[in-house]
């Protein structure tokens, strides 16, 4: 029962910085193209290297 004491806060602030961490990227454009990479695979120039 002890060691619920400090596993759940432990567990509150890895989510916490998850979250964190989630929304972050969401402010700063991470998923603002998500078709970009699968169209510069499939129509990429044959002279480019």
Do not use: C, K, T
């Given at each position: 029962m002890e060691a619920l004491l400090?596993?759940?806060?432990?567990?509150l602030a890895l989510g916490?910085?998850?979250l964190?961490?989630?929304l972050w990227?969401?402010?700063?454009?991470?998923?603002e193209d998500?078709?970009?990479a699968?169209?510069?695979?499939?129509?990429?120039d044959p002279d480019e290297k």
């Open positions: 400090l596993l759940i806060p432990i567990a916490a910085l998850g964190a961490a989630f990227s969401v402010a700063s454009g991470q998923y998500l078709d970009g699968a169209e510069r695979i499939l129509f990429q």
